[in-house]
């Protein structure tokens, strides 16, 4: 549930991407533009209670699923469509799987996200997505990351 507009809620589960703007009483179908409507992790904008982040699972096989060689990020936004933020992540050779908790972002303005992938690299946006850099490399699958603010 988004903090600033508590009635806004998105999943993705195993059939598709949801939105609710009614605590959950009803929800919409909103994957249509993503490459596939299969994947994990799933993000909220911080400033932007329209806006959330997913990344697509090519769902081929039950043992993996992974991208389909590119790895990107998608953002759902005000317009109802998905914009694809892949400038810095890997374009090629990228089969890669994020798990459930393991895609979040930050309360910062702008936005901060991150994701870890089961191969141990931990990606991260300091740019709500527009552009990522390689946080941390050669880690054991990671199945988890939270943001935290450190003053």
Same mark, same amino acid.
């Given at each position: 549930? #988004?903090?600033?507009?508590?009635?806004?809620?998105?999943? &993705?589960? #195993?059939?598709?991407? @949801?939105?609710?703007?009614?605590? =959950?009483?009803?929800? &919409?179908?909103? /994957?249509?533009?993503?490459?596939?409507?299969?994947?994990?992790?799933? %993000?909220?904008?911080?400033?932007?209670?329209?806006? +959330?982040?997913?990344?697509?699972?090519?769902?081929?096989? @039950?043992?993996?699923?992974?991208?389909?060689?590119?790895?990107?990020? @998608? *953002?759902?936004?005000?317009? =109802?469509?998905?914009?694809?933020? %892949?400038?810095?992540?890997?374009?090629?050779?990228?089969?890669?799987?994020?798990?459930?908790?393991?895609?979040?972002?930050?309360?910062?303005?702008? +936005?901060?996200? @991150?994701?870890?992938? *089961?191969? =141990?690299?931990?990606?991260?946006?300091? /740019?709500? =997505?527009?552009?990522? /850099?390689?946080? %941390? *490399?050669?880690?054991?699958?990671?199945?988890?990351?939270?943001?935290?603010?450190?003053?």
């Amino acid at each position: 549930m #988004h903090p600033a507009a508590p009635g806004v809620l998105f999943q &993705q589960n #195993h059939i598709g991407v @949801y939105k609710s703007t009614d605590s =959950g009483d009803s929800w &919409q179908r909103i /994957d249509s533009g993503l490459p596939y409507d299969f994947g994990f992790g799933i %993000a909220m904008h911080a400033q932007d209670a329209n806006s +959330c982040f997913v990344i697509p699972l090519e769902p081929v096989d @039950y043992s993996f699923r992974a991208t389909d060689g590119e790895l990107a990020v @998608y *953002q759902y936004g005000r317009s =109802g469509k998905w914009r694809k933020r %892949a400038k810095g992540l890997p374009r090629k050779h990228a089969h890669v799987s994020v798990l459930r908790q393991a895609l979040t972002s930050d309360s910062l303005d702008p +936005c901060g996200v @991150y994701f870890g992938t *089961q191969g =141990g690299t931990l990606f991260a946006s300091n /740019d709500s =997505g527009a552009s990522w /850099d390689t946080a %941390a *490399q050669y880690l054991p699958p990671i199945y988890s990351v939270t943001a935290a603010i450190v003053e």
